[in-house]
């Protein structure tokens, strides 16, 4: 009965200290916001013209969304075929670094949420080695952010935002949620890579062990 007790008692405290539990739900929300962001199209929006008509486009870095194919408009969201197809290798460099960022947000994320239920899980030093995690995802996330615009020069983001539309001048187009949800993810990320180190308690020297 006592080490039923106990085990049930570990169960619910886990590894993480009352700061801890702050930074594993921020981790997660975190992670969440940038891997949305990641995802949808909707990095930028402009107006395309086909066949006199007017159509709302949207750019994210392997997504879009309505856009011209084979003398014809596609109305829908999609992502490039190829890897190569991606317009611009300022994209597809950011496709990599936004999604290794996103990868190692996620890997810390679940074993914060593994840490709230479990003990010895996170200690002090592993606390510490997530937080390196995390302000390296954040920092990768941030570069591709950066780079992103680089590759507004594209013929076919000047298709939509005008010709005058150059590296980091988006001409008549705008940023739209998507990116503002991605640097949000960044930004929470790198805050919690901070917190990380609060969030391990400090272990006993031993584990516990617990009769079947």
Not at 176 to 201: E, P, R
Request: hydrophobic fraction near 40%; include cysteine; glycine fraction near 10%.
């Amino acid at each position: 009965m006592r080490d039923y007790q106990d085990k049930k008692s570990n169960m619910v405290t886990g590894s993480l200290t009352c700061s801890g539990v702050i930074w594993s739900l921020l981790s997660f929300c975190g992670m969440c916001l940038a891997c949305i962001g990641f995802y949808m199209p909707y990095w930028i929006r402009g107006q395309m013209t086909f066949n006199q008509q007017n159509y709302t486009v949207n750019f994210g870095i392997f997504r879009r969304c309505n856009y011209p194919s084979n003398g014809m408009f596609i109305e829908e969201c999609g992502r490039y075929l190829m890897f190569s197809d991606i317009p611009s290798n300022s994209w597809r460099v950011c496709t990599i670094t936004v999604g290794v960022g996103c990868g190692l947000a996620m890997l810390v994320s679940f074993i914060g949420l593994f840490a709230c239920l479990i003990k010895d899980i996170l200690s002090k030093r592993i606390g510490r080695f997530t937080g390196l995690i995390q302000f390296f995802a954040a920092l990768f996330i941030a570069t591709g952010c950066g780079i992103y615009p680089n590759g507004w020069s594209h013929r076919h983001v000047k298709a939509a935002c005008g010709f005058t539309s150059e590296e980091y001048s988006l001409g008549t187009c705008s940023i739209d949620w998507a990116y503002y949800v991605t640097m949000a993810g960044c930004g929470v990320t790198f805050i919690c890579s901070a917190l990380s180190y609060k969030a391990g308690k400090t272990k006993t020297g031993h584990y516990t062990t617990y009769a079947l």
